[in-house]
C-alpha cells in the first residue's frame, strides 16, 4: 500500500468518524499570531505544542530553513496577508538547531538532481539565464544569523508596518526548547558603521 492509498483511507474513517470536530476554528488567528517556521518533520507537532499553540491560534507558514529569501516571494506574500486579511499582529520566525539548511552543499544537491534525471543542460540553460543556482540553494552557516537575517528582512519590508513586532527564535528539535534570539518588542539597534 503507497503513502497515498493509505492517507485516502485514513481520512474516510476521520471523516466518518467526525474527528475532525475537535479541529473546528475559523480563518482568523486566536492569538493575532503568524509563524514562519522550517519545514523539518522533526517540528510538525513538537513546534505548535513547544509554543502553546493549539489549532486555529496562528497562520503557520512552513519552508526550508524558516527564511526569507526573496522580499517578493511567497513567504513575504502570505505574511503581507496574515496582517492585513487575517489579523496577525505579531510575527515569529523560529528556526532549529540541527537543520539541513545549515551548510548545505549547493552543489550536492544539483549532482544529485543531474542523478534524479534533470539534464546538466537544463541546469546550465537556468544559469545562462541568470538563474544564480548556488545562491538560491545556499542555507546558513549559523542558524541565530540566519535568524537575525530574516527578521531583519521582514522588518524591512515597506508593506509590513513598524508596528508590527516581529520576534527571532531557535527551537530545539528534540526537546522543543525555545531560544529567544530577536525581541520584537525591543527597538532595532542599527550596526554601528565600520571605521
Known amino acids: 500500500m503507497g503513502v497515498l492509498t493509505e492517507m485516502l483511507e485514513h481520512n474516510r474513517t476521520f471523516v466518518d468518524n467526525r474527528e475532525y470536530e475537535q479541529f473546528e476554528t475559523d480563518k482568523f488567528p486566536g492569538k493575532n499570531l503568524a509563524v514562519l517556521a522550517c519545514m523539518d518533520a522533526r517540528l510538525v507537532e513538537l513546534l505548535p505544542k513547544a509554543m502553546g499553540l493549539k489549532n486555529g491560534d496562528a497562520k503557520l507558514i512552513k519552508n526550508a530553513g524558516a527564511l526569507v529569501t526573496h522580499q517578493w516571494g511567497s513567504v513575504m506574500r502570505s505574511l503581507v496577508v496574515a496582517v492585513y486579511e487575517l489579523g496577525a499582529k505579531e510575527i515569529c520566525v523560529v528556526a532549529h538547531r540541527d537543520c539541513g539548511m545549515n551548510a548545505i552543499d549547493p552543489a550536492h544537491i544539483l549532482a544529485s538532481a543531474e542523478a534524479r534525471g534533470i539534464s546538466h543542460e537544463t541546469i546550465e540553460t537556468l544559469r545562462a539565464a541568470g538563474i544564480d543556482l548556488e545562491h538560491w540553494l545556499k542555507g ?56
Do not use: M, N, Y
Not at 156 to 168: A, E, T
Open 140 to 195: 546558513f552557516d549559523k542558524v541565530e544569523d540566519s535568524v537575525r537575517h530574516t527578521v531583519s528582512v521582514i522588518r524591512s519590508h515597506p508593506l509590513i508596518p513598524k508596528d508590527i513586532p516581529i520576534h527571532g527564535l531557535v527551537i530545539h528539535p528534540t526537546t522543543g526548547q525555545l531560544e529567544l534570539i530577536v525581541d520584537g518588542r525591543q527597538p532595532v539597534v542599527a550596526a554601528a558603521p565600520a571605521a
